[in-house]
């Protein structure tokens, strides 16, 4: 696909999003400013990727360390940076610094991780802390049942901030389906943050390219959008 077609998509699927978005905060009770659209980038070239921030685009997630490197020379520097996929520990040095917020905080010994290596380069890194919010085997994170406690033992690590909490829902056939763990992970956050147990809890990141508009309706104010924006995944440009 030429880069005029890719590009001419980008922004059909842009407003389309934006308009979903809109439409879905204002029956939360929301403007459409409230939620940050983050564009999942893997495997989308860097020059597509600064056409996307160049149109509209502040915020932009790497799934893989790797990739996340290999590109990072050649992406703007005017937009902000996420590590959103599976992090091991031993991948942390190499992440540390060059991201705003890690969003896949999924146990504490990655917690106290990323805390040693910030210590060390001298800065604090801002975390969200992955839910397993259908108890769902093949996933990582915390139960719902663990947040608490957890979220509890990392205000004791130094070098890291929380955020807020992510997730990945189990796939599901109807929206009403996928709206009962929105809604579970919603009534979390707001538990969580009305505690004050860590002041700096505000960001609730759920909701992908087949269910972000459900998503938002159900409380999130961040999403993370892949192949909605971009389409599929196999970019050349």
């Known amino acids: 696909m030429t880069e005029k077609l890719l ?33 999942a980038t893997k495997t989308v070239d860097a020059d597509f990727i600064n056409y996307a921030i160049q149109n509209g685009i502040d915020y932009i997630g790497e799934n893989r360390v790797q990739e996340f490197l290999s590109k990072e020379n050649d992406v703007t520097k005017n937009v902000h940076k996420h590590f959103i996929g599976h992090l091991q520990t031993n991948k942390v040095r190499d992440i540390v610094g060059k991201v705003e917020l890690i969003q896949s905080v999924h146990s504490l010994k990655l917690a106290r991780e990323i805390g040693k290596v910030s ?9 969200l802390v992955e839910v397993n919010i259908g108890n769902e085997e093949s996933k990582s994170g915390f139960s719902a049942d663990e947040v608490m406690s957890a979220i509890e033992q990392m205000t004791e690590i130094e070098g890291i901030c929380v955020k807020g909490l992510m ?36 960001i609730l990141s759920m909701g992908m ?10 409380g999130a104010n961040m999403v993370r959008i892949g192949t909605a924006l971009f389409g599929a995944r196999n970019y050349n440009l």
């Open 209 to 218: 390219s087949d269910d972000y508009d459900v998503a938002v309706e159900c």
């Open 119 to 127: 210590v060390k380069k001298g800065i604090v890194t801002d975390v």
């Open 7 to 39: 590009t001419d998509r980008f922004d059909k699927n842009f407003a389309e999003i934006k308009g979903k978005i809109a439409a879905a905060a204002e029956k939360s009770g929301r403007r459409a400013e409230d939620i940050i659209i983050l564009a």
């Open 167 to 202: 997730t990945i829902p189990p796939i599901c056939d109807q929206s009403d389906q996928v709206r009962k763990y929105f809604d579970k992970m919603y009534k979390l956050f707001i538990e969580i943050r009305d505690k004050k147990l860590y002041n700096n809890i505000e």
